[in-house]
């Protein structure tokens, strides 16, 4: 699309309707023909494809936690070897594109003018290559490895692994009971003490057990599940250490999929006509829309009858606090 772009650009810049426009457009068609646009520009196509795959694992309604954590050591050693031995062929890469187009390569030797002001990081005369060597493309990468870094650091990521050990897919394919209790005393010490971290071990020696008996539970497809079954069969009861722990485990964040879905669902919802709808009111409205599914299940008796009831209340409340 980049010739198609351009031309539209040139047409606009020529015949456009205003002046106004007409310089707009010729102004935008000199930043895209600029050789720091399409470096740019390429470079952030192949950070994108690298770290692409990941995104989308991370965005799963299903998390797949474990998969997603090798996803982050590959991602960050993908980047690594584009900054360290990726340049000489991401610059190859940039001046084809410049011949095939027919635009002019700048001298990489030559030195770097800073356009406004002056560089902040070099204060002595440094060549064009070195620029967008130096100040573009390792910062761009370093800043994406302190991103992974900040957001997947090693006790984050073994907190995350240990977790998956509690997945019911596969028939409790993970189950580690030395794992399970290194995930309670590592990570939750405030949550159970000493006596409670062996009580738990005895309990999972037990749990591991009862599983073999109830095929339904080696039948379901994640954590949720098996919090939703063990209070169905009253086993939350029995085994109310590990369903503690798996309460806990069940509010790690960690995928950003609900996030971007009620952002996109406040686009819907908070229109132009609907601008001054007050928070309250829209947090039910994100509420009931994200979880129709749920809502779908109750009948508008039921929730005239439970209005009735809550406002019922609230007059009793209000006359005894009076009196």
Known sequence: MFNATCVVLSNIAVDGGSYSQRGDANFVLNQLLSFKFVFTLHLMKDIVE???LFCIALQRK???????MYLVSSTTKLLKNFRDSGWDDFLVKVKLFFEQH????????AQYI???????SHHDEISVEYYYRMDILLATIDYQLQELHSRFNDHTVELLVLSTVLDPRNGFIMFKIDDICKLAKKFYPNDF???ELVRLKIELQHFELDILNHHELQELSGIHELCQDLV??????????????IRFVLTLPVSTAITEWAFSIMKIIKTKLQNKMEDNFLNDCLTVYIEKKVAKKFSSDSIID???SMKERRTQFTSKKRC
């Open 193 to 195: 003490m000493e006596q």
């Open 114 to 120: 800073v356009r406004r002001g002056r560089s902040r």
């Open 62 to 68: 299903s998390q797949d936690i474990l998969n997603a």
């Open 50 to 52: 690298i770290t692409h």
């Open 306 to 308: 439970e209005f009735s």
């Open 102 to 109: 027919q635009i002019d390569i700048p001298c990489m030797n």
């Open 232 to 245: 169905k069969t009253r086993k939350s009861v029995i085994y109310s250490l590990v369903d503690r722990l």
